[in-house]
C-alpha cells in the first residue's frame, strides 16, 4: 500500500507536475514550503483584499445599474451581484496564489538539484544547450 502510494501520481500531483518529481511522502512538506512565504506575504493579502474591495464596489455599482433595466420581478437579482464578483475576486486570487506556488516549488526543485525552468516547469535535467526547449528562457549556470 505504501510502496504503491509512492510511486503513483495522484490527481493533485497531476495538476501540480512540480510535485510529481519528488516522492509522494515528500509532496506535502515540499508544497507548504512554497505555499508558506505566499501566506507570509503582505503584498498577497493587500491583493487579496484590493481585489475584493474592488470587486464589491464595481458588481454592487452594476447591479443596481441591472435591476433598473429590469421588470420589476426581477430586481432582486442585485442582491447576487457582491456575492457573484467575491466569487470572481476569489477566483483570481487562487489563480495568483498558484502561479506564485509554482514559481516557489520551481525555485525549491533547483534546490535540490532537480533543473527545472522557473518561467514554465519543464524539467531540465539533461540539458546541455543552456535554453529551455520548452519556453526558450535561458538557463542559469550554478
Ligand atoms: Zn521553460
Request: net charge positive; proline share 6%.
Amino acid at each position: 500500500m505504501k510502496e504503491q502510494s509512492s510511486s503513483r501520481v495522484g490527481p493533485f500531483a497531476r495538476s501540480w507536475p512540480e510535485l510529481a518529481r519528488v516522492d509522494a511522502s515528500d509532496r506535502r512538506k515540499l508544497y507548504r514550503a512554497a505555499f508558506r512565504p505566499v501566506l507570509r506575504s503582505w503584498r498577497y493579502w493587500g491583493i487579496a483584499l484590493a481585489l475584493q474591495a474592488v470587486a464589491q464596489v464595481a458588481f454592487r455599482m452594476a447591479g443596481a445599474e441591472l435591476a433598473y433595466w429590469l421588470p420589476d420581478y426581477a430586481r432582486e437579482i442585485r442582491f447576487l451581484a457582491p456575492a457573484v464578483g467575491a466569487g470572481i475576486a476569489g477566483g483570481v486570487t487562487v489563480w495568483l496564489v498558484q502561479q506564485r506556488i509554482k514559481h516557489n516549488l520551481r525555485l525549491l526543485l533547483n534546490k535540490r538539484g532537480l533543473p527545472t525552468c522557473v518561467p514554465c516547469g519543464y524539467d531540465l535535467t539533461g540539458n546541455v544547450s543552456g535554453a529551455c526547449p520548452e519556453c526558450g528562457t535561458t538557463i542559469e549556470q550554478p
